[in-house]
């Protein structure tokens, strides 16, 4: 990075971050919202739907590996055992299958079997930050918050899946906890088209209740200049 900082032209108006103080937060690529027979189309979804962020989200990534910014991934799924997941959340609704019943990419939303890991194209290197979450958002029961604090992160560039869903519970949580939370547009994206655009307004309206929403076109010039 030759510049510390850049003015990334966003919604509801541009924002300056300092990137040494800014990590890249990637929500929830896993094969078992993107591919089918995975948590997400068990839930009665078209996984389809989610394939336009990839592109987006892979350029950003590779500007953020290239110019040495943090990168964190995140993944929603539970312990084999079950015990950090509610019966709540287990229960909840007629999925097809259950979070832990065997699929076709092994136990639906467990950590450690094939689904739950992260699509191939977004795949973590060794040296990125994984968290592993039980619920919607990063901050809930992780260790995401004691991280970002001691990189000395103020800003969150956030993208991932769904926007409405654990893109936007994050985004609150992090609001919240006094980070300035920046949303790729084009690098979330819904199984409802019509929440994805939601999902957006709702960060960006009244001033930025929750956040700025822009694009990876923005971010990648803001990091060149
Ligand atoms: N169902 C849905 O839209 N999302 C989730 O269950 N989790 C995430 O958003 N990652």
Redesign the pocket.
């Known amino acids: 990075m030759t510049n510390s900082s850049g003015i990334i032209a966003a919604e509801p108006e541009p924002i300056t971050l300092d990137w040494t103080k800014t990590a890249l937060v990637i929500?929830?690529m896993q094969r078992d919202?993107m591919e089918p027979g995975g948590f997400?189309e068990t839930?009665g979804n078209d996984v389809s739907q989610l394939a336009r962020a990839v592109k987006p989200i892979a350029s950003v990534l590779a500007a953020a590996r290239a110019s040495g910014m943090l990168v964190v991934h995140t993944r929603?799924g539970h312990l084999p055992d079950l015990s950090d997941a509610p019966p709540a959340k287990v229960e909840r609704g007629a999925p097809s299958l259950r979070i832990g019943d065997p699929g076709p990419m092994g136990r639906i939303l467990i950590r450690g079997e094939a689904g739950h890991d992260i699509i191939p194209a977004l795949y973590p290197l060794d040296s990125e930050i994984v968290i592993d979450k039980p619920g919607?958002g990063a901050f809930y029961a992780t260790e995401l918050g004691e991280i970002l604090q001691n990189y000395g992160v103020e800003n969150l560039l956030v993208c991932g899946?769904?926007t409405e869903?654990?893109v936007n519970t994050t985004v609150r949580e992090g609001n919240d906890r006094g980070y300035r939370c920046v949303v790729i547009g084009d690098g979330c994206a819904s199984?409802f088209p019509e929440f994805h655009e939601m999902g957006l307004k709702m960060i960006k309206a009244q001033g930025g209740i929750f956040g700025w929403v822009s694009d990876s076109a923005a971010i990648l010039k803001a990091m060149e200049t």
Do not use: A, S
């Open positions: 929500i929830d919202f997400g839930l929603e919607k899946v769904t869903v654990c199984y």
